[in-house]
Protein backbone atom coordinates (compact mmCIF):
# COMPACT_ATOMS: atom_id res chain seq x y z
CA UNK A 1 0.00 0.00 0.00
CA UNK A 2 1.58 3.74 -0.73
CA UNK A 3 2.48 5.88 1.64
CA UNK A 4 1.01 9.42 1.95
CA UNK A 5 2.93 12.32 2.61
CA UNK A 6 0.97 15.62 3.53
CA UNK A 7 2.50 18.47 2.25
CA UNK A 8 1.98 21.98 4.35
CA UNK A 9 3.61 24.61 2.24
CA UNK A 10 2.55 27.95 0.74
CA UNK A 11 5.10 28.68 -2.15
CA UNK A 12 3.71 26.45 -5.17
CA UNK A 13 6.18 26.31 -7.37
CA UNK A 14 8.06 24.16 -3.98
CA UNK A 15 4.79 22.26 -3.81
CA UNK A 16 4.84 21.04 -7.52
CA UNK A 17 8.54 20.21 -7.34
CA UNK A 18 8.00 17.84 -4.19
CA UNK A 19 4.69 16.29 -5.82
CA UNK A 20 5.94 15.88 -8.91
CA UNK A 21 9.02 13.96 -7.40
CA UNK A 22 7.40 12.15 -4.49
CA UNK A 23 4.70 10.75 -6.52
CA UNK A 24 7.30 9.80 -9.22
CA UNK A 25 9.18 7.62 -6.01
CA UNK A 26 5.87 6.00 -5.47
CA UNK A 27 4.14 8.41 -2.49
CA UNK A 28 0.64 9.72 -2.46
CA UNK A 29 0.14 13.33 -1.88
CA UNK A 30 -2.16 15.78 0.28
CA UNK A 31 -1.44 19.19 -0.22
CA UNK A 32 -2.16 22.52 1.93
CA UNK A 33 -1.51 26.23 1.43
CA UNK A 34 -2.11 27.56 5.04
CA UNK A 35 -1.78 26.24 8.31
CA UNK A 36 -5.20 26.04 9.32
CA UNK A 37 -6.31 23.69 6.11
CA UNK A 38 -3.05 21.61 7.13
CA UNK A 39 -4.34 20.59 10.82
CA UNK A 40 -7.07 19.84 9.47
CA UNK A 41 -5.77 17.30 6.90
CA UNK A 42 -2.97 16.01 9.09
CA UNK A 43 -6.21 15.17 11.73
CA UNK A 44 -8.07 14.01 9.37
CA UNK A 45 -6.52 12.21 7.09
CA UNK A 46 -3.79 10.60 8.62
CA UNK A 47 -0.78 10.63 6.52
CA UNK A 48 2.31 8.20 6.64
CA UNK A 49 4.61 11.88 7.03
CA UNK A 50 4.41 15.55 7.02
CA UNK A 51 6.72 18.05 5.24
CA UNK A 52 5.32 21.12 7.52
CA UNK A 53 6.90 24.95 6.31
CA UNK A 54 7.19 27.26 9.22
CA UNK A 55 6.07 30.59 7.74
CA UNK A 56 2.47 29.98 6.67
CA UNK A 57 -0.77 31.85 6.16
CA UNK A 58 -3.23 31.68 9.12
CA UNK A 59 -1.59 29.53 11.58
CA UNK A 60 2.19 29.18 11.44
CA UNK A 61 4.44 25.99 11.65
CA UNK A 62 4.95 25.85 14.97
CA UNK A 63 1.25 26.30 16.07
CA UNK A 64 0.81 23.39 13.49
CA UNK A 65 3.13 21.24 14.99
CA UNK A 66 2.15 21.42 18.75
CA UNK A 67 -1.35 20.85 18.16
CA UNK A 68 -0.34 17.75 15.96
CA UNK A 69 1.44 16.51 18.84
CA UNK A 70 -1.66 17.39 21.35
CA UNK A 71 -3.06 14.59 19.61
CA UNK A 72 -0.34 12.04 20.64
CA UNK A 73 -0.08 11.79 17.08
CA UNK A 74 3.13 9.30 16.02
CA UNK A 75 3.39 10.91 12.43
CA UNK A 76 7.03 12.12 11.28
CA UNK A 77 6.88 15.63 10.47
CA UNK A 78 9.88 17.67 8.88
CA UNK A 79 10.07 21.26 9.06
CA UNK A 80 10.81 23.04 6.24
CA UNK A 81 13.33 26.36 7.38
CA UNK A 82 15.03 29.31 6.02
CA UNK A 83 19.01 28.63 5.87
CA UNK A 84 19.15 31.32 8.18
CA UNK A 85 16.88 31.07 10.75
CA UNK A 86 18.76 29.05 13.50
CA UNK A 87 17.15 29.56 15.93
CA UNK A 88 13.92 28.11 14.50
CA UNK A 89 15.77 24.83 13.64
CA UNK A 90 15.70 24.29 17.19
CA UNK A 91 12.26 25.65 18.31
CA UNK A 92 11.12 23.47 15.64
CA UNK A 93 12.35 20.48 17.29
CA UNK A 94 11.53 21.47 20.62
CA UNK A 95 7.67 21.79 19.51
CA UNK A 96 7.64 17.72 18.15
CA UNK A 97 9.53 18.11 14.80
CA UNK A 98 11.46 14.85 13.96
CA UNK A 99 13.65 17.09 11.82
CA UNK A 100 14.28 19.49 9.46
CA UNK A 101 14.83 20.23 6.13
CA UNK A 102 16.62 24.02 4.92
CA UNK A 103 15.65 25.55 1.88
CA UNK A 104 17.03 25.85 -0.84
CA UNK A 105 17.10 21.65 -0.14
CA UNK A 106 18.30 19.17 -2.36
CA UNK A 107 15.33 16.74 -3.66
CA UNK A 108 17.92 13.74 -3.52
CA UNK A 109 18.62 14.88 0.36
CA UNK A 110 14.57 15.29 1.20
CA UNK A 111 13.70 12.14 -0.74
CA UNK A 112 16.66 10.11 1.44
CA UNK A 113 14.75 11.73 4.99
CA UNK A 114 11.00 11.04 3.71
CA UNK A 115 12.16 7.70 3.05
CA UNK A 116 14.12 6.71 6.50
CA UNK A 117 11.23 7.97 8.69
CA UNK A 118 8.71 6.47 6.81
CA UNK A 119 10.80 3.43 7.32
CA UNK A 120 11.14 3.78 11.16
CA UNK A 121 7.40 3.86 11.44
CA UNK A 122 6.59 0.67 9.10
CA UNK A 123 9.53 -0.76 11.07
CA UNK A 124 8.19 -0.56 14.40
CA UNK A 125 4.69 -0.93 13.88
CA UNK A 126 5.79 -4.47 12.70
CA UNK A 127 8.03 -5.13 15.63
CA UNK A 128 5.11 -4.47 18.38
CA UNK A 129 4.27 -8.21 18.42
CA UNK A 130 7.18 -9.55 19.77
CA UNK A 131 6.75 -8.16 23.03
CA UNK A 132 9.89 -7.04 25.10
CA UNK A 133 9.58 -4.71 28.93
CA UNK A 134 12.90 -3.06 29.88
CA UNK A 135 13.05 -1.72 33.52
CA UNK A 136 15.47 0.61 34.95
CA UNK A 137 14.80 2.22 38.55
CA UNK A 138 11.03 3.57 38.33
CA UNK A 139 11.16 3.48 34.37
CA UNK A 140 9.35 0.93 32.54
CA UNK A 141 9.37 0.73 28.58
CA UNK A 142 6.53 -2.17 27.32
CA UNK A 143 7.58 -2.83 23.75
CA UNK A 144 4.53 -4.70 22.29
CA UNK A 145 2.54 -2.00 23.48
CA UNK A 146 4.78 0.63 23.10
CA UNK A 147 4.18 2.90 26.02
CA UNK A 148 6.62 3.88 28.67
CA UNK A 149 5.70 4.57 32.50
CA UNK A 150 7.60 5.90 35.60
CA UNK A 151 6.55 4.67 38.64
CA UNK A 152 3.55 3.09 36.78
CA UNK A 153 2.19 6.54 34.99
CA UNK A 154 2.16 6.46 31.42
CA UNK A 155 4.69 9.14 29.73
CA UNK A 156 3.53 10.44 26.75
CA UNK A 157 6.64 10.16 23.85
CA UNK A 158 6.75 11.02 20.38
CA UNK A 159 7.96 8.35 18.25
CA UNK A 160 11.02 9.31 18.12
CA UNK A 161 11.76 9.96 22.01
CA UNK A 162 10.20 6.47 22.21
CA UNK A 163 13.02 4.98 19.68
CA UNK A 164 15.57 7.11 21.02
CA UNK A 165 14.82 5.80 24.73
CA UNK A 166 14.56 2.16 23.84
CA UNK A 167 17.97 2.34 21.51
CA UNK A 168 19.51 3.90 24.59
CA UNK A 169 17.97 1.09 27.46
CA UNK A 170 18.54 -1.75 25.24
CA UNK A 171 22.24 -1.11 25.41
CA UNK A 172 22.29 0.20 28.85
CA UNK A 173 26.08 1.06 30.03
CA UNK A 174 27.11 1.83 26.50
CA UNK A 175 28.17 4.91 25.48
CA UNK A 176 26.47 5.76 21.80
CA UNK A 177 27.76 8.72 20.18
CA UNK A 178 25.32 11.15 18.04
CA UNK A 179 26.53 9.74 15.01
CA UNK A 180 25.48 6.38 15.93
CA UNK A 181 22.17 7.71 17.03
CA UNK A 182 22.00 9.52 14.04
CA UNK A 183 22.35 6.67 12.01
CA UNK A 184 20.33 4.09 14.33
CA UNK A 185 17.52 5.73 15.96
CA UNK A 186 16.88 8.68 12.73
CA UNK A 187 18.12 5.80 10.14
CA UNK A 188 19.89 8.13 8.13
CA UNK A 189 22.91 6.94 6.26
CA UNK A 190 25.07 10.11 6.12
CA UNK A 191 25.94 13.13 8.55
CA UNK A 192 22.61 15.19 9.46
CA UNK A 193 22.74 18.21 12.02
CA UNK A 194 23.29 16.45 15.38
CA UNK A 195 21.75 19.06 17.12
CA UNK A 196 18.43 17.13 16.43
CA UNK A 197 20.34 14.25 18.62
CA UNK A 198 20.71 17.14 20.98
CA UNK A 199 17.12 18.63 21.06
CA UNK A 200 15.25 14.75 21.44
CA UNK A 201 17.60 14.03 24.45
CA UNK A 202 16.97 17.24 26.28
CA UNK A 203 13.20 16.66 25.10
CA UNK A 204 12.84 13.47 26.70
CA UNK A 205 14.63 14.04 30.09
CA UNK A 206 12.08 16.53 30.43
CA UNK A 207 9.84 13.56 30.46
CA UNK A 208 11.49 10.57 31.84
CA UNK A 209 13.91 11.89 34.74
CA UNK A 210 12.73 13.44 37.93
CA UNK A 211 15.23 16.05 37.80
CA UNK A 212 15.89 16.99 33.94
CA UNK A 213 18.60 19.34 35.08
CA UNK A 214 20.33 16.46 36.92
CA UNK A 215 19.42 13.19 35.21
CA UNK A 216 19.89 10.22 36.57
CA UNK A 217 18.86 7.89 33.51
CA UNK A 218 20.15 9.56 30.29
CA UNK A 219 23.58 10.69 30.85
CA UNK A 220 25.59 13.13 28.84
CA UNK A 221 29.30 10.98 28.27
CA UNK A 222 31.38 13.94 27.93
CA UNK A 223 33.82 14.24 24.51
CA UNK A 224 31.29 10.87 23.34
CA UNK A 225 27.60 11.22 23.18
CA UNK A 226 24.87 9.91 25.64
CA UNK A 227 24.89 6.61 28.00
CA UNK A 228 21.72 5.65 29.58
CA UNK A 229 22.52 4.48 33.28
CA UNK A 230 22.10 1.39 34.62
CA UNK A 231 19.56 1.97 37.70
CA UNK A 232 18.84 -1.56 38.89
CA UNK A 233 17.77 -2.97 35.35
Known amino acids: MSKTVLIIEDEKAIVDILVFHLKRTGYETLTAADGES ?20 KRDGFSVCREIRKENSAVPILMLTAREDENDKVTGLETGADDYITKPFSIKELLARVKANVRRISVAEETTEEAEVLFAGRLRLHTGRMEVSVDGSPVELS ?4 DLLYYLMSHTGAAATREELMHKVWNYDYMGDLRVVDVAVRRLREKIE ?3 ANPVYVLTKRGVGYIFADQGR
Not at 38 to 57: R, S, W, Y
Not at 159 to 162: F, K, L, P
Open 38 to 57: GLKLALDKNPDLILLDLMLP
Open 159 to 162: QREY
Open 210 to 212: PDP
